[in-house]
């Protein structure tokens, strides 16, 4: 069973989105988070420890989990994704572009 984690700033289009996509496909347990204080699920350490590989939409949200949480990062796998913030919640779209990039990247987990 692979975990998942998904990351953006809000946790409330791209992330989300991935975690209702990926949720689909047996052997994968899913779960998302946001990087901002006012997300609607905030990122906490127990979600980063949880994870075997972590997603992030943008370079930034790298930079800002790293600032973040570095100490528990240690051995973990961080994906950018560069996805930028201009879809909507479940917009088809996204989740094409989603399955294109994440897919290929789960069998050479």
Known sequence: MKKLLFICSQNRLRSPTAEAVFSEYEGLEVDSAGLDQEAEMPLCSEAIQWADIIF?????????????????LKN???ICLDIPDEYDYMEPALVELLKTKVLPLLGTF
């Open 56 to 72: 992030v939409m943008e370079k930034l949200h790298r930079n800002k989990l790293s600032n973040k949480f570095q100490p528990w």
């Open 76 to 78: 973990k796998r961080v």
